[in-house]
């Protein structure tokens, strides 16, 4: 769960500090888009924390527009994973291995769960609505990606194909885990770019 960094040097670090009674160990995490709390975003999905970090949860709608993602084009580049891979935002090739296929939008596999949250032990029980990051789960294929919003694709950065992220516009938004080795300086804010990633494919 370590964030990644932003191609103009911020970071992506989606998950909140807000848990159900402020109580951690009861494994009910908010999920900071839900919009079940105010936690003061603005049009990139990004806010300052108490310490004066601004970061990003979601998509970094004006950055996008700065890069000119657009819905016909691969995206471009759009930051570095802690593990150094890229990321992009929204648009893919259909086909992974070849550049020449058509743009798509890249959808996550994770999907609400059926149902309702238990009630006993101080649980906050109602439906599986997204409120909190332990009502989704992660269902392999349902979208294009895997569990850490990513896959094995050429990009016009990677002609030979890499491992990529791709930011979605649905849960869980940014990537919540990573395929590498984290390089240790992501730990911790980064200074600079992580080198490049290795992983298998």
């Not at 839900?34 to 004066?52: I, Y």
């Not at 890229?86 to 086909?95: K, T, V």
């Not at 439906?127 to 919003?149: I, K, M, Q, V, W």
Request: charged letters at 20%; one cysteine or more; a negative charge.
């Amino acid at each position: 769960k370590e964030p990644g960094v932003a191609v103009n040097g911020l970071i992506f670090d989606p998950g909140a500090a807000e848990f159900y009674k402020g109580d951690p160990t009861l494994g009910w995490q908010y999920e900071a888009l839900s919009g079940a709390l105010p936690l003061g975003f603005d049009e990139s999905h990004a806010h300052v924390q108490p310490t004066g970090k601004y970061h990003y949860h979601g998509l970094p709608t004006l950055l996008m527009g700065d890069l000119k993602v657009q819905a016909d084009h691969h995206s471009p580049q759009v930051g570095w994973a802690a593990d150094g891979f890229p990321i992009y935002a929204l648009y893919g090739f259909s086909d992974p291995n070849n550049r020449e296929s058509q743009v798509v939008e890249m959808t996550a596999s994770y999907r609400l769960k059926p149902g309702k949250r238990p009630t006993a032990n101080g649980q906050p029980g109602g439906r599986y609505d997204g409120t909190f990051t332990a009502d989704y789960t992660y269902t392999a294929g349902a979208g294009s990606l895997d569990e850490c919003n990513g896959t094995w694709t050429a990009t016009p950065d990677h002609p030979e194909g890499t491992y990529a992220y791709f930011l979605t516009r649905h849960y869980p938004f940014v990537p919540r885990c990573v395929k590498g080795r984290v390089d240790p300086a992501m730990v911790v804010p980064p200074i600079g770019i992580p080198p490049i990633g290795t992983t298998r494919r």
